[in-house]
């Protein structure tokens, strides 16, 4: 079974950054695609950044595009998330999460495992 844990979450000003970093358990780490996804109250799941197995190849959404980096240390089983530049509208819990496959996908079906989440508030 493998685990995910999110950190580095919390609340920051506008147009402040924040680094998230997720930590997995397990030995199979640099097989996998890893994602980050984010859910605002009242609204559905969405994809943000992703990043393949050897993290040669990375894909974002649009909103976040410019803003959000997202890396992965194969050697520590992490996968990072740098925000820049956020905005009141990036406020969401984030999500982090490995995929079935060692392409970039951004859909959820595409995931097998994910994090319990960490609340990203940002302030105007």
């Known amino acids: 079974q493998v685990q995910l844990a999110e950190s580095g979450g919390g609340l920051v000003q506008a147009g402040g950054s924040l680094r998230l970093s997720c930590a997995a358990s397990g030995r199979t780490f640099s097989v996998y695609a890893m994602g980050w996804f984010r859910q605002a109250a009242g609204k559905e799941r969405e994809f943000v950044a992703g990043?393949?197995?050897?993290?040669?190849?990375?894909y974002y959404a649009d909103s976040v595009k410019g803003r959000i980096t997202i890396s992965r240390d194969n050697a520590k089983n992490t996968v990072y998330l740098q925000m820049n530049s956020l905005k009141p509208e990036d406020t969401a819990v984030y999500y982090c999460?490995?995929?079935?496959?060692?392409?970039?996908?951004?859909?959820?079906?595409?995931?097998?495992?994910w994090g319990q989440g960490t609340q990203v508030t940002v302030s105007s």
């Open positions: 990043i393949s197995s050897s993290g040669g190849s990375t």
């Open positions: 999460a490995r995929s079935y496959y060692s392409g970039i996908f951004n859909t959820e079906t595409a995931y097998s495992y």
